[in-house]
């Protein structure tokens, strides 16, 4: 069975700092991996998706995540944060053989000035 | 293009009384889930269709939640009775494969 852990409820960083939301997943099979991002009273919006090929795979918005099988990490990453960044941000697995997505908890995003 | 609706964008019931929340996918799209969240839990999947058809209907969380999407088009998910825990947000979302859901702002489900 898959699953996902996202270490960090809430991360707090200072504008133009680097930004790392870690991602862990449990899967048996080679996974599809997902972040989403939820702004303030909106939908859920992919960020990026990981499936097969090129482990860095780069998002909207500046963001960037690695897969790395033996740690079995999928962690999201920005340069520089801005102000607009803070949301709360989902790291999903697509469960084998079916459409549907599994979650981690979330991690809420705040951005200092 | 249009993204994937959903209404309405808040309900507050009380318990034992019925609601119906509403779904329209991107058009086009064959696959529709359904996800919830509970406050302060992980989005939950709820189940799966492919065109009118259940695919995974697995984490529907008991028999007072039916779901329906008659003619592949928009889906309902019906909650009766409703009950305090039963309270969250419920997400709609849809793909025309099995990558990339796009999902609906989501409906804010309150039961007193």
């Known amino acids: 069975a898959q699953s996902v852990t996202q270490l960090g409820s809430h991360v707090s960083v200072s504008e133009g700092a680097l930004v790392l939301l870690r991602c862990n997943y449990s899967s048996s099979v080679p996974p599809y991996l997902f972040w989403y991002v939820q702004y303030p009273n909106q939908g859920l919006q992919l960020l990026l998706k990981?499936?097969?090929?090129?482990?860095l795979v780069k998002g909207i918005n500046g963001f960037e995540a690695e897969f790395k099988k033996s740690e079995t990490s999928f962690h999201l990453t920005k340069p520089s944060a801005h102000m607009s960044d803070a949301a709360e941000y989902f790291c999903a697995v697509r469960a084998s053989n079916t459409g549907k997505l599994i979650f981690g908890q979330g991690t809420t995003l705040q951005v200092k000035p | 293009e249009a993204g994937v609706t959903q209404f309405p964008s808040h309900s507050v019931i009380e318990k034992g009384q019925t609601v119906t929340l509403r779904c329209d996918p991107i058009s086009g799209h064959d696959n529709l889930y359904w996800y919830r969240r509970v406050m302060g839990k992980e989005i939950k999947f709820l189940l799966h269709?492919?065109?009118?058809?259940?695919?995974?209907e697995s984490g529907m969380p008991n028999n007072r939640f039916l779901a329906e999407r008659t003619g592949g088009t928009y889906s309902t998910l019906k909650v009766q009775p409703a009950e305090l825990e039963d309270s969250g947000v419920y997400f709609c979302a849809s793909s025309s494969g099995p990558l990339g859901q796009f999902f609906g702002p989501g409906t804010r489900l309150t039961v007193l």
């Open positions: 269709f492919v065109k009118e058809s259940k695919q995974d």
């Open positions: 990981y499936t097969t090929g090129a482990t």
